[in-house]
T-cell receptor
């Protein structure tokens, strides 16, 4: 079974600064996907970024980028130029690559506060 | 294109009553997932359905919980004889049949169930 670990329950960052959220996972699969989801106070789960394990290049989406280390099973999220609207819970998630759809396995989350 | 719609947003039940949670997937999506989020926890997979079929229910409690996704209408998560431990946020996600995009799950805003 796959597990996802987020070792930082809470973090804070000054507005306009950069912050990195950690995520490690455990799996025996070789092909899989990794995701970061954001959950603001509204509780809506919003996809931030996705990484395909067979791609060595780190995914980027505007101010959000990942550092994917497959051998170390590490998948950290870097948020640059932090904004107040980035305040949210951030969840790292794993999905097996399969011919069919497979469910997501989530970490427990990191609560990020962006301070003005 | 409307997103994943869940209703109600909040549901209050007394112990022993039934709870029915509804989820309408995004237009064109034929795969539905249900997840449960306990306070201060990540989301945990419950069940994965396609139209008229349960594909994976490995995360569903063995008793009192059931799910369906009929040919017409929304997916329903049904909890019979609710207990206080069922209090949680229940999220629905949908994904398309498209082979490339099917690994992306789009979430609804969730239903918060409170059992008195």
């Amino acid at each position: 079974a796959q597990t996802v670990t987020q070792s930082q329950p809470e973090m804070s960052v000054q507005e306009a600064e950069t912050v990195t959220l950690s995520c490690t996972y455990d799996t025996s699969e070789n092909n899989y996907y990794l995701f970061w989801y954001k959950q603001p106070p509204s509780r809506q789960m919003i996809l931030v970024i996705r990484q395909e394990a067979y791609k060595q290049q780190n995914a980027t989406e505007n101010r959000f980028s990942v550092n994917f280390q497959k051998a170390a099973k590490s998948f950290s999220l870097k948020i640059s130029d932090s904004q107040l609207g980035d305040t949210a819970m951030y969840f790292c998630a794993f999905m097996k690559h399969d011919s069919g759809n497979t469910p997501l396995v989530f970490g427990k989350g990191t609560r990020l506060s962006v301070i003005a | 294109n409307a997103g994943v719609m869940q209703n109600p947003r909040h549901l209050v039940r007394r112990r022993g009553q039934e709870a029915r949670l509804r989820c309408s997937p995004m237009k064109g999506h034929s795969h539905v997932y249900w997840y449960r989020q306990l306070p201060e926890e990540g989301l945990k997979f419950m069940v994965y359905l396609q139209k008229e079929n349960i594909i994976d229910e490995s995360g569903m409690p063995k008793e009192r919980f059931s799910a369906e996704f009929p040919k017409e209408g929304p997916s329903i998560l049904r909890i019979q004889q609710v207990v206080r431990g069922d209090s949680a946020a229940y999220f629905c996600a949908s994904s398309p049949r498209d082979r490339i995009a099917k690994n992306i799950q789009y979430f609804g805003a969730g239903t918060r169930l409170s059992v008195l």
